[in-house]
């Protein structure tokens, strides 16, 4: 039974994420409604990471079995049209292994999350980035951000409904960055916790806002209480942009 790995694009913003949930529609669930129109199976559609209501990928990785042997451009362009009008493409297609695993094979998942600060209402990025009025020292963001790069215990960061099995995380990289009024907030690890990225972005803009030292931030680290978090920064500026293996 062939495998085949899909590399996929999507705008979060009209579903609940992509776990498939009753009643509502998910990204896993219009790829599975998907493939079934293309193939006539019903098959699982296994991800490389569960993303929240509202976020984005431009490069989710997928991999489904199908028991047909299937060229990968057909299955890259046929999928992509069954898929339509849904906001969701695949952007490549490729046949691997049996023991490949979109998710458990993952050795680093890499984030990006957009701010706009600038005072006007976003138009264009409006859903897809997140709009800071007041000015943010980006430099100090980046300075602050390197407190948080090694292993450590990031329950400062995690979601109270998050069930992975440890709060340890080895973080690779938290870079930011600022080009005109975008700032860039650039991370990867093998893993994340639930909401880690969007809670160290919104304990970043205290930094930023000249609210918190880079000292505070390390201390929040090292209180290991949800409770130390800056606010969380919405899910509309968070995308998922790489998956390596």
């Known amino acids: ?7 996929i694009e ?48 431009t490069g989710q990785v997928a991999h489904i079995d199908l028991t047909r042997d299937w060229r990968t451009d057909t299955i ?81 960061f995690r979601a109270a409904e998050c069930q992975a099995a440890s709060p340890i995380k080895t973080l690779d990289q938290l870079d930011v960055s ?6 860039r907030v650039t991370t990867s690890a093998r893993s994340f916790l639930h909401h880690q990225v969007r809670s160290m972005v919104g304990s970043l803009l205290r930094v930023g806002e000249g609210r918190w030292s880079a000292d505070d931030l390390a201390d929040a680290l090292a209180a290991r209480d949800r409770t130390r978090c800056g606010p969380m920064a919405p899910a509309a500026g968070l995308y998922l942009t790489a998956v390596d293996y």
């Open 76 to 156: 890259r362009d046929g999928l992509t049209a069954q898929l339509r009008p849904h906001p969701v493409a695949i952007l490549a297609a490729e046949k691997v292994p049996d023991d490949f695993d979109a998710r458990f094979s993952a050795v680093r998942r890499h984030y990006l999350y957009r701010i706009v600060n600038r005072r006007p209402d976003l138009s264009l990025d409006r859903d897809r980035a997140w709009r800071i009025p007041q000015p943010l020292d980006a430099e100090a963001m980046h300075a602050a951000a390197q407190r948080l790069l090694g292993r450590h215990d990031f329950s400062t």
């Open 178 to 183: 600022r080009e005109g009024t975008q700032i």
């Open 10 to 57: 999507y705008d979060g913003t009209p579903f609940a994420g992509w776990q498939v949930q009753a009643a509502q529609e998910t990204v896993q669930g219009v790829l599975a409604d998907a493939v079934e129109k293309l193939s006539g199976e019903r098959v699982q559609v296994a991800g490389a990471g569960r993303t929240d209501a509202g976020v984005h990928a």
């Open 1 to 7: 039974m062939p495998r085949y790995k899909l590399t």
